[in-house]
């Protein structure tokens, strides 16, 4: 019997975890139900195993990409970033747009706020983002330089552990030929060594996935969604525009590779992305499907995609937009041309360094809303939402940073996806 592809066993597991998580919804089983349990345990594995190798995988691929690219790093460094700046912009303005079209925090003519309930059991949340201020945001930036480097990769301060790894592999390019050897070599086992893990962790993607659908779903359901389902679709047609106009034509007209092609060479990481929330926990499955399947060079993934997990956002910036703009519609407050541009420079900003785990934009969207003088409850109303929307905009941020990829790699001259596509293993 043939085998089936990573992507369509894990499309089936996504299938079934929904229908799994909505029966659950419905027979409200207690928490401590075996079944839940199981699935949850399940679910964690799974994430665990992709966290796992992450931080020397990361590590490793930067620095055997980095110090493989010699005198073109100005230039790989550039493309990269002017990339990821006009992508998040484009994001923000589609944002901005969808939600100043749309209105959907304004239910039957009047501010949605003023006719719907806050959900129960937003305090914890809600702990979390209290107090946050520009200048936690603007911590981002020292957590570029961290003062103990095992503080950050226990910390998870992926920033750190990326601007380290790209100074290690700079100088270590510069070394005396014997001894750049031994650090090529060295570092590139510790890569192949990941990669082996990866497929290990990959074989039980089906599982994992149908367990983090099936939880997450039984814990949200789909009523409590109605009030917002205007929200919802917003931010859906928001991500789908981005990712499927804007981004996939710079991908055709730019780095002259075909959208769809491109999306079905990245399925197994756009779907893992869907499945977890996490940028971070999908990397190594990103690296793969750029490198298998996409046709990208160890050189160019191995800097741009743990640099694209981390610094580019297109996904959460316009989410954080269109949500810091709903929730001032939804509690009647109009907002001045200056006070949206605020809200456009901090998703901005946010977006630049953002920690890729799941509801990571909540903290920015309490800075937002600090800023706009609005109140932290507000943020109540999109825990509702928050989950599913974060699976679809952390997808959107992946698809962004593999297209990041593919245009560094198109300007290097590299062969990319062929005419036919044939590589289709997984
Ligand atoms: N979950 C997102 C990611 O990992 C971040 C966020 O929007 O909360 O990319």
Not at 116 to 135: E, F, M, N, R
Not at 228 to 250: R, Y
Not at 368 to 386: C, K, N, S
């Amino acid at each position: 019997m043939p085998r089936i592809a990573l992507h369509w066993q894990i499309l089936m597991a996504i299938f079934l975890g929904g229908i799994a998580g909505i029966a659950l919804n419905h027979l409200a089983l207690p928490a401590d139900n075996g079944i839940p349990v199981t699935l949850k345990m399940l679910g964690q594995i799974f994430m665990n195993g992709l966290k796992l190798i992450v931080i020397p995988l990361v590590v490793s691929s930067i620095i055997v990409g980095i110090s493989s690219i010699g005198e073109e790093i100005g230039r790989m460094g550039v493309n990269t970033l002017a990339y990821y700046i006009g992508s998040s912009v484009c994001a923000v303005l589609v944002g901005v747009l969808c939600v100043n079209l749309i209105e959907p925090g304004i239910f039957h003519g009047a501010p949605l706020g003023t006719q719907i309930a806050l959900p129960a059991g937003t305090s914890g949340a809600l702990a979390k983002v209290q107090d946050k201020s520009l200048g936690d945001v603007l911590d981002i930036f020292l957590s570029m330089v961290p003062a103990n480097l095992f503080g950050a990769a226990l910390e998870g301060n992926m920033i750190g552990l990326i601007m380290f790894s790209l100074l290690y592999g700079f100088f270590a390019a510069r070394l005396p030929s014997a001894a750049k050897e031994i650090q090529l070599q060295f570092w590139n086992g510790v890569q192949q060594i990941m990669v082996g893990i990866t497929q290990v962790v990959l074989m039980f993607a089906p599982v994992g996935v149908f367990a983090l659908i099936a939880t997450t779903l039984a814990d949200t359901g789909f009523g409590a969604l109605l009030p917002m389902l205007w929200f919802f679709v917003t931010v859906l047609l928001g991500l789908a525009i981005h990712m499927l106009v804007t981004t996939s034509l710079f991908l055709h007209f730019v780095a002259r590779v075909s959208p769809w092609r491109h999306i079905y060479a990245m399925a197994p990481a756009l779907l893992t992305a869907f499945s977890t929330a996490s940028s971070n926990a999908t990397l190594p499955v990103t690296l793969r499907s750029l490198r298998e399947r996409a046709g990208v060079s160890e050189r160019v993934s191995g800097m741009s995609a743990p640099l694209g997990a981390s610094m580019n956002m297109d996904g959460t910036a316009l989410y954080e937009c269109a949500a810091a703009l709903f929730l001032a519609q939804a509690y009647g407050l109009d907002l001045s041309v200056a006070q949206q541009f605020t809200v456009v420079l901090i998703a901005l900003l946010t977006g630049f360094g953002m920690a890729g785990i799941p509801a990571a934009s909540l903290v920015a969207i309490a800075v937002i809303l600090g800023a706009l003088g609005l109140p932290l409850e507000a943020i109540g109303l999109l825990l509702i939402t928050d989950r599913l929307l974060d699976m679809f905009r952390t997808a959107v941020n992946v698809y962004s940073d593999s297209v990041a990829a593919i245009f560094v790699a198109s300007q290097e001259g590299e062969a990319l996806l062929p005419l036919r596509y044939q590589n289709n293993k997984t």
